[in-house]
T-cell receptor, first 114, second 109 residues
Framework: DSGVTQTPKHLITATGQRVTLRCSPR?????VYWYQQSLDQGLQFLIQ???????AKGNILERFSAQQFPDLHSELNLSSLELGDSALYFC?????????????FGPGTRLTVL | GQQVMQIPQYQHVQEGEDFTTYCNSS?????IQWYKQRPGGHPVFLIQ?????EVKKQKRLTFQFGEAKKNSSLHITATQTTDVGTYFC?????????FGTGTSLTVIP
């Protein structure tokens, strides 16, 4: 158990819908990262937040947005869902903001778009 | 495009054989991390390499960072069935985090 929690575990929805994925980092960790893992794309970095502020942005679509709240939990919002958005979404946390920090991954949320 | 290439994509070995996965970048990396993901699981951090030419060992696992800091390798000696999983390298350039495509290791008992 990494100490990172993600809810829900599974999510099934239809195209065009909007969903919110939630992540609680390890106690004391200030950084939260979001990743998308699909079979053909591997593990893609989406976005990083550090202590409530956006720190780095990766291949995140405009239909996707994220935020980190004062209690440090984070939410990833996916809207106008398409079939291709079906994937495993991981959240990870680390103590610092820089790249030299070990990331602890949560169990993931499996999103299926029908 | 993909910043970090990893080969091979799949590797099947007989238990007891050695295994190596390679990670290559076209740009100089500040550091490289290795993660292992068991089937159905999430990535778990294994190690981080920072210095040029660095070599680190963890029991049967040996990690190397190239002199030019553009490539890295993970070598497992005498594989065991518990080594099954996908091994990813992860690199940072600027503020971007790039994971390699991963090498899926199957160990045949």
């Amino acid at each position: 158990d990494s100490g990172v929690t993600q809810t829900p575990k599974h999510l099934i929805t239809a195209t065009g819908q909007r969903v919110t994925l939630r992540c609680s980092p390890r106690s004391g960790d200030l950084s939260v990262y979001w990743y998308q893992q699909s079979l053909d794309q591997g593990l893609q970095f989406l976005i990083q937040y550090y202590n409530g502020e956006e720190r780095a942005k990766g291949n995140i679509l405009e239909r996707f947005s994220a935020q980190q709240f004062p209690d440090l939990h984070s939410e990833l919002n996916l809207s106008s869902l398409e079939l291709g958005d079906s994937a495993l979404y991981f959240c990870a946390s680390s103590g610092g903001q820089g790249p030299l920090n070990e990331q602890f991954f949560g169990p993931g949320t499996r999103l299926t778009v029908l | 495009g993909q910043q970090v290439m990893q080969i091979p994509q799949y590797q099947h070995v007989q238990e007891g054989e050695d295994f190596t996965t390679y990670c290559n970048s076209s740009t100089t990396l500040s550091n490289i991390q290795w993660y292992k993901q068991r089937p159905g699981g999430h990535p778990v951090f294994l190690i981080q390499l920072v210095k040029s030419g660095e070599v680190k060992k963890q029991k049967r696992l040996t990690f190397q960072f190239g002199e030019a800091k553009k490539n890295s390798s993970l070598h497992i000696t005498a594989t065991q069935t518990t080594d099954v999983g996908t091994y990813f390298c992860a690199a940072n350039t600027g503020n971007q985090f790039y994971f390699g495509t991963g090498t899926s290791l199957t160990v045949i008992p």
